[in-house]
């Protein structure tokens, strides 16, 4: 009862997660509350080093459970602090090379000099730094301690060679292989071999069971806790029947992660597909968030099986069952009927509510500009900015008690025709700068106070005026104007959606499926840093406001290097029949494509006034294709 700490060594560690070990006490598995494996390469490199530095790395608490490994020999125990710290070594002792700081610390100086005397018999230049980068190459490809992986001094030898680009001669290969094979190839080996009698302090708990999401909860070593971690340690016994198979596969899929690892997860058979009733509330949330991730491209992040858990599931079911974020710990007993947590219901309205949000959003955020992987994602929108959009049109249609739609009418279509226009704004505007939490809230419920009841809010159904988008426009040419640049500049996400929204009539997300466009600058960017180097213009000029964008196709951009649109025209003139000139002035919507000559833009006062002039008719364009028609 209680803890008592244990002195184990990395070697014991690796062989408590095989069932079948021999002589082991206990059987060493991953409960299913544990986050993911976050560590990156380069903290699992940092931990190795200080053990090598003999640095302390803190002890690891595991859970002593009364539970034997099948045959009744040995005891479950389950790790709940030092998950990461455990990996970072375990992946060490099989990858040594991949972690350790091979070049950096466990091949002697003396070594250095020694093959920097034979090198140098070939490359009089040759350094030490050189050779270090060669056997520092030759580690990262090599990773293991196996003469088949190419763990042995001739590989070394070849590495150095390549480095230099020389081969040595029959009697130097001989002798640079010699001394690399003794001091280095032995000496790793000898140093590798260490890491498994290495001693890691483990505090063994053997407490209520019951405790360990509050001793979960209150840990804040390695990697800090997440305000979801905990619910993974705190909903574990809330067995959620789960009848959508691409959630179950989400799990499968990040428990492969461990898997792959060498560990077992508690209660996991990965041999077993999982079935409606093996998840448990934590698990199907997370679950729920990989499949709204893959599903809905336009709502959210993408995310792997590596990636900690998504947030948007576990919000989304909170506020739309009524509970405030912070009071997400109340969910299981708000969800629980009849002793069972069944969501399914809920789980198909949220599809639809996402679905109807996505394809309302995908009119803009479709159009790929300037990017060439397929798999980019345009999302200029806080997390909880979308997710107030999705509640409130899932509430709107379905009953919060049932799920099922309502009856009668709604207004759900006046929600779907001010989605875009709120939308718009609140980015521009920056409404949801901070954590959002209370404003997703306030814009899908209003609790009575007094009487706990809640209503719908009607913050989504009354539409912004005219003269609240034309000031959210104007501030943000202010701000675009204020920011000088003497050379290309990114255009800011602001910039980039308004644009979306700009050629809304006259490129569709269906034309990016065969025609690449890009954003260009109408006043190139390098033509504004001839003209900014030649007026002395020492603060530099807003090269990538807005007023200066444009989104042209590529096959007919011909905005390159110093040319300006309107001459490129003039000096190319057979190349532009009627046809390609109305195109290209229909992209460059004004003014005429052909008007745009660097004669006419020869002074810091002429730039401002081209892009002010443009905004101009930019901004009435955006403002009609957000719904106001007067």
Request: proline content about 3%; some cysteine.
């Amino acid at each position: 009862m209680g803890a008592k700490p244990e002195i184990i060594t990395v070697s014991a560690l690796l062989e408590m997660r095989k069932a079948t070990a021999p002589g082991q006490k206990y059987f060493l598995e991953i409960p299913t509350f544990q986050r993911g494996l976050v560590w990156s390469e380069q903290k699992k490199k940092d931990l190795v080093t200080s053990i090598y530095k003999s640095f302390p790395i803190g002890s690891l608490l595991v859970y002593e459970s009364s539970n034997k490994t099948p045959d009744g020999r040995r005891t479950k125990i389950q790790i709940i602090d030092g998950l990461q710290r455990s990996t970072a070594m375990l992946d060490y002792a099989t990858k040594p090379l991949r972690f350790a700081p091979v070049a950096e610390k466990l091949v002697e100086e003396e070594t250095y000099e020694s093959i920097l005397e034979i090198v140098q018999s070939k490359v009089s230049k040759a350094t030490k730094a050189q050779i270090r980068d060669a056997i520092e190459s030759w580690a990262n490809k090599t990773e293991e301690t196996l003469a088949g992986r190419g763990f042995q001094s001739s590989n070394i030898r070849s590495e150095i060679e390549k480095k230099f680009e020389v081969e040595f001669e029959t009697a130097e290969k001989e002798a640079l292989e010699n001394l690399l094979s003794a001091k280095v190839i032995d000496r790793l080996t000898a140093e590798f071999n260490k890491i498994f009698g290495y001693q890691v302090p483990v505090i063994f708990y053997s407490g209520p069971e019951e405790d360990l999401p509050e001793i979960f909860e209150s840990l804040n070593s390695g990697t800090p806790l997440t305000k979801y971690d905990k619910f993974g340690a705190t909903w574990s016994n809330h067995t959620t029947v789960t009848k959508n198979e691409k959630i179950r596969e989400a799990i499968k899929d990040r428990y492969s992660v461990y898997i792959d690892k060498g560990w077992e997860v508690q209660n996991y058979d990965p041999t077993q597909n999982l079935g409606e009733n093996d998840l448990n509330l934590f698990e199907y949330l997370t679950g729920l968030g990989k499949v709204l991730s893959d599903k809905f491209t336009h709502l959210f992040d993408q995310i792997d099986k590596h990636s900690e858990p998504s947030a948007n599931a576990f919000v989304l079911t909170t506020v739309a069952h009524g509970l405030r974020i912070g009071d997400m710990g109340k969910l299981p007993s708000k969800i629980t009927r009849n002793g069972s947590i069944d969501l399914t219901k809920f789980e198909a309205a949220l599809m639809d509510a996402c679905q109807t949000v996505n394809d309302k959003l995908k009119i803009i955020l479709a159009l790929k500009l300037n990017q060439r992987n397929p798999a980019d994602r345009f999302l200029p929108h806080s997390a909880n900015q979308v997710l107030s959009l999705v509640l409130r049109v899932l509430i709107e249609k379905y009953d919060s008690n049932t799920w099922a739609v309502k009856t009668g009418a709604n207004q759900l279509e006046l929600l779907k025709s001010n989605m875009l226009v709120h939308y718009v704004k609140d980015i521009i505007s920056e409404a949801w700068r901070g954590s959002g939490d209370s404003t997703l809230y306030e814009r899908v419920w209003i609790k009575n106070d007094a009487t706990d009841a809640l209503s719908l809010s009607s913050y989504y159904l009354l539409k912004p005026s005219k003269s609240d988008i034309t000031a959210v426009l104007d501030l943000h040419q202010e701000t675009e104007l204020s920011k000088r640049q003497t050379t290309r500049g990114n255009q800011s996400t602001k910039s980039k959606l308004l644009l979306r929204v700009l050629y809304t009539d006259i490129i569709t997300h269906k034309d990016n499926v065969a025609v690449q466009f890009d954003i260009e600058h109408l006043c190139p960017v390098k033509a504004m840093s001839n003209l900014i180097a030649a007026k002395n213009i020492t603060e530099g000029l807003p090269i990538s406001c807005l007023g200066n964008l444009a989104i042209l196709p590529t096959p007919i951009n011909i905005i390159k290097g110093e040319n300006y649109v309107g001459d490129y025209m003039a000096s190319h003139s057979g190349e532009f029949d009627i046809e390609r000139t109305d195109k290209t002035n229909s992209y460059v919507i004004t003014p005429l494509a052909e008007e745009i000559l660097e004669s006419n833009i020869q002074s810091e006062a002429e730039f401002l006034e081209f892009v002010a002039t443009r905004f101009t008719v930019q901004k009435d364009l955006i403002i009609r294709n957000l719904g106001f028609t007067e």
